[in-house]
């Protein structure tokens, strides 16, 4: 089973941007779906983006469309969150998932990272 650590988490004011990473082990890393999912305190955990092996297939959650962007790197084996135009209501631990193709992530049934803290403040 792969192994999922986030990085990059902080404090940002609102309209600031903050980039997180999620490293990945295992030697099929190019062929995993990754995804990020966020949980804000007292709420469920939601579907934030995902991405194909190949970085040909992008999904989104309207929430974040048009101000977050997924992307990979296979060869660092390392799946990024770019995060821009910030809003306190993007508070929250956000999730590294990983699974064997994209309806395996936004679903949530793959591996899961422990997780980083972003907080948005006014």
């Known amino acids: 089973q792969v192994q999922l650590v986030e990085s990059g988490g902080g404090l940002v004011q609102a309209g600031g941007s903050l980039r997180l990473s999620c490293a990945a082990s295992g030697r099929t890393f190019s062929s995993t779906a990754m995804g990020w999912f966020r949980q804000a305190r007292g709420k469920e955990r939601e579907f934030v983006a995902a991405i194909s092996g190949s970085s040909i297939t992008t999904w989104y959650s309207d929430s974040v469309k048009g101000r977050f962007t997924i992307s990979r790197d296979n060869a660092k084996n390392t799946v990024y969150l770019q995060m821009n135009s910030l809003k306190l209501e993007d508070t929250a631990v956000y999730y590294c998932?990983?699974?064997?193709?994209?309806?395996?992530?936004?679903?949530?049934?793959?591996?899961w990272g422990q997780g980083t803290q972003v907080t948005v403040s006014s």
């Open positions: 998932a990983a699974g064997k193709n994209i309806a395996q992530v936004t679903t949530g049934l793959g591996s």
